[in-house]
């Protein structure tokens, strides 16, 4: 049915695409695979009819493997959009486009890395290392398209920077990566909740203003050993 636009996946042979209801079917002989890659092509090409887009499920993240869609359309929107960025409106577009980008990625590092001291509330001595771990954890959290807690918006900031320090002291101060935690349901889930309750307390730790060993202190040791990788 090509003139019926559809989410499909993976079909078993080449040229076969599975439906949402576990149908196969055969791509039309004048349909090509248009790869991901290019969003606005994609957004154009499926715009101007109907299409078939090929998502893949691995574990909890889906994968975009393209769109199937008419040779002749896919051939004719890509040459129509080659033309147009090929103009120099074009260009000044994009550029201020990425000017804004980056004046919004700049705030927001700004902003959460500024969530992350709140959470934090160490002690007044404890201060340049509270701000070492929030140099350490804006770096990690904040690039554009990590996938990290602190991309989404759904949750306010203040979340967001609390949940990024633990995620990001559950791998640096603790043995989680090196775990072999049991296939049962729960228990993966069980693990992180006992490593971020150690977390906490180690971060109430500086916040009360308590003496700390820093050669045993897991937290100093982690800021010590990722300092070279510190972008900032």
């Not at 577009?93 to 934090?120: I, T, W």
């Not at 990024?164 to 296939?183: E, F, G, S």
Request: charged share 30%.
């Amino acid at each position: 049915m090509p003139d019926q636009t559809r989410v499909v996946g993976p079909g078993p042979a080449e040229r076969t695409v599975v439906t949402e209801q576990g149908k196969v079917l055969e791509v039309p002989a004048e349909w090509e695979l248009l790869p991901p890659g290019d969003a606005g092509l994609t957004r154009r090409v499926k715009a101007a009819g109907p299409s078939w887009t090929v998502k893949e499920k691995k574990g909890r993240r889906t994968f975009s493997r393209g769109v199937w869609a008419p040779a002749e359309r896919i051939a004719r929107i890509r040459a129509e959009l080659e033309a147009e960025r090929s103009t120099e409106s074009y260009a000044k577009r994009r550029a201020a486009d990425a000017a804004r980008r980056e004046k919004k990625q700049a705030e927001y590092v700004e902003d959460f890395g500024g969530a992350v001291l709140q959470f934090l509330d160490f002690a007044p001595e404890y201060a340049e290392l509270a701000e070492r771990l929030s140099v350490a954890v804006t770096a990690h959290a904040t690039p554009v398209g990590s996938g990290t807690v602190a991309r989404t918006e759904r949750i306010p900031i203040e979340q967001r920077a609390e949940s990024a320090v633990i995620a990001w002291m559950r791998h640096q101060t603790t043995a989680y990566d090196n775990m072999k935690i049991p296939r049962v349901k729960g228990k993966r889930r069980e693990v992180r909740r006992m490593l971020a309750a150690r977390s906490r307390l180690l971060l109430e730790s500086y916040r009360q203003g308590r003496a700390v060993d820093p050669a045993t202190c897991p937290l100093q040791r982690a800021l010590i050993a990722s300092a070279p990788e510190n972008p900032f």
